[in-house]
Structure formats: C-alpha cells, structure tokens
C-alpha cells in the first residue's frame, strides 16, 4: 500500500509546481500508479480543469487513500480530481469509455520489472489523446546508469511492439536521471 512518498515523485511535482505551462496548456491529465495522490492533487490545483484529472491506482487500498486525500484537499468535490482503478492493459476500453482520453499522462516509479511494461505502454497508447506528451520520473542510482539508458532504448522498440507506431514527439517523454547524496 502507498504509505510513503517516493523521492521521484516530489521532484515531478517541483517540475510541475515550476513550470504551470505544462498543465495549463492541456484540457485533460492522468496520472498513473498515484499512490498517496500528491502529484495528481497537485496537478489538479494547477489544471485549467481539476475535474478533468483522474488519478489511478490498480490497488483497491490505494484507491480508498486516494479518495480520502482528495476530499481532504478539495472542499468543492464537483470541481475535484477524479479516482479510478486502472490494471494497465486490462479493461482500456471501458476506461476509455468512462474518462475519456488524456492530452497528458504523469507517472513516477512506475516500472519496477521488465513485464510491466509492454501492458504500461500499451495503457499509455490508448489513453494518451495526440500520442505526443507524458511525464515520467524515477530515481536511477548513479551506478545504474549505463544499465538504465539501455533499457530505455529497449523501452523504444517495446512502445513500438505495443502501439504499432513510434512517439510522434519523442522529446515530450521526461525522465529525471539523478543521485541522492549519500545513495550509490
């Protein structure tokens, strides 16, 4: 269960908190894996529309932490983001139906096995709007580095595989490469 925050999430959410263009200029946000919330409340404050953020987790626990934290920070549950269970790759259509598609999709520490990603990608494939722009950020030791660049070349072909069609703006997908002091 998301009990703690993870160090990737509150440098997304400082990106986000330092440059409001990146929200302001979409109608629709998801976040992925959200966990306790933080950075999908946070995106909700700053959208042009909080009630067009849908905040999800595959955990039905999680799901209840997320709904509290939302009525905790948000007095007008109309104007508020939305919770959703999401398994990537599994029911898309429906959640489709439902949300919607999404001009911005967030995530942090979402890929912890290679397995995850093809069913990741594939979720980011039929929910992102213009296929153009995602912000993703997780933590890479500095010893890891090599291995890391690897793999997100081998996260390239998998995208592929799984939507049939590369990125059309390859450069809109962040990721932050970082070394907490102390950390190898």
């Known amino acids: 269960m998301a009990a703690a925050l993870s160090s990737s999430k509150l440098v997304l959410c400082c990106y986000l908190y330092a440059r409001h263009d990146v929200l302001r200029g979409v109608a629709s946000v998801l976040e992925l894996g959200s966990g306790t919330g933080l950075v999908g409340i946070l995106a909700s404050r700053i959208a042009r529309i909080p009630g067009r953020v849908v905040l999800t987790d595959h955990d039905t626990r999680v799901k209840r932490l997320l709904n509290m934290n939302i009525e905790e920070n948000f007095t007008d549950l109309a104007d508020s983001p939305r919770c959703a269970h999401l398994k990537w790759g599994e029911g898309l259509e429906q959640f489709e139906v439902t949300y919607g598609t999404f001009d911005l999709i967030l995530g942090s520490d979402l890929l912890y096995t290679r397995c995850a990603c093809l069913p990741l990608f594939r979720t980011v494939g039929k929910l992102l709007h ?9 933590e890479i030791p500095l010893a890891d580095l090599p291995e890391c660049l690897e793999m997100t070349r081998k996260m390239d072909e998998l995208w592929y595989e799984a939507n049939g069609a590369a990125l059309r703006k390859a450069s809109c997908i962040f990721e932050f490469r970082w070394n907490l002091m102390g950390r190898s």
Do not use: D, P
């Open 130 to 138: 213009k296929k153009e722009c995602g912000l993703t950020c997780r």
